[in-house]
């Protein structure tokens, strides 16, 4: 059953369906990764529905998964600068009643900013900075999409 949800939630990340990734989630499940950092209850839902809704290019590719754990790989253009990106993510799963209730994507954040910023990422993709300034800047991105939502809804 676990096997099968990782299954559908990358299958449906692929076709940028935020709207089906989201509808994957506990209402108090929680998501973690190195750019957005913690996000709790709709906040994983609209992130899944931002990302999917901006990407031109995306392609997703579950590499691997079990019950618990999934290898994907994400290439697509990063918008802010244009420049190509190969994301290779290592993702931990808990669930119940069907649902995701936890999820952790792990990646090498100075390899992301090597890609998707150039130079910058390669000098300064290490520092914690860099790591906050890209986070900050996602997550109010990520505020304002939610405000957006809010507003139509």
């Known amino acids: 059953m676990s096997a099968e949800l990782i299954e559908r939630f990358y299958a449906a990340f692929d076709r940028r369906d935020g709207t089906a990734m989201a509808a ?12 957005f950092g913690d996000l709790t209850g709709a906040e994983a839902g609209a992130m899944w529905r ?3 809704r901006t990407a031109r ?11 618990t754990s999934a290898h994907w790989i994400a290439t697509y253009t990063f918008s802010a600068t244009g420049r190509p990106v190969v994301n290779d993510v290592r993702a931990t799963f ?7 209730v936890d ?3 792990e ?26 300034k890209v986070g900050g800047t996602a997550k ?3 505020d304002k999409f939610i405000a957006k939502e809010r507003a139509r809804a």
Do not use: N
Not at 24 to 35: C, E, K
Not at 57 to 67: G, M, N, P, R, T
Not at 94 to 100: E, M, S
């Open 24 to 35: 994957m989630y506990a209402p108090d499940g929680h998501f973690r990764d190195p750019v």
């Open 57 to 67: 290019d995306l392609k997703v590719e579950l590499a691997e998964h079990d019950d």
């Open 50 to 52: 931002m990302l999917t």
């Open 140 to 142: 109010a991105g990520l």
């Open 94 to 100: 808990r669930f119940a009643d069907g649902l995701i």
């Open 103 to 105: 999820h952790v994507d």
């Open 107 to 132: 990646f090498s954040f100075w390899k992301w900013s090597r890609q998707a910023l150039g130079p910058k990422g390669a000098a300064l993709g290490w520092t914690p900075f860099l790591r906050k």
